[in-house]
């Protein structure tokens, strides 16, 4: 597993996580695409403005709760996966879990495609 693999997935995590607008524009610069897509069970959006619109809404819906990755990344050729936990800090329980999948585009992130896991898991 490359390093440079699993710091893009981090930095992916941070860009969920920074309140800053600019330092959080930087992130997605650094990690996405220019053609970027990003999917999950609830959105669909292109393009890293569309992106940027998608992280402000989620955080202000739940102000409290923070991304972290959870387990390992996992890689080969141009896709990763690895899962992640969503919970406001300290709680002894997430929000929700999920298991997301990129395809990468060089150094950054072409697609994601996020899935939540249900509540029971």
Request: charged content about 25%.
């Amino acid at each position: 597993m490359s390093e440079q693999v699993t710091n893009l997935v981090r930095n992916y995590i941070a860009v969920w996580n920074e309140r800053d607008a600019g330092k959080r524009r930087l992130l997605i610069d650094r990690v996405f695409s220019d053609a970027c897509v990003y999917i999950d069970p609830n959105d669909s959006v292109a393009g890293k403005d569309a992106i940027e619109r998608l992280v402000q809404a989620l955080q202000a819906r739940l102000p409290d709760l923070r991304f972290t990755l959870a387990g390992h990344v996992n890689a080969h050729h141009d896709q990763v996966l690895f899962g992640w936990t969503l919970a406001a800090p300290g709680a002894a329980t997430p929000a929700a879990t999920g298991v997301d999948m990129a395809v990468l585009d060089g150094d950054r992130i072409r697609q994601l495609h996020g899935f939540v896991n249900p509540r029971d898991q």
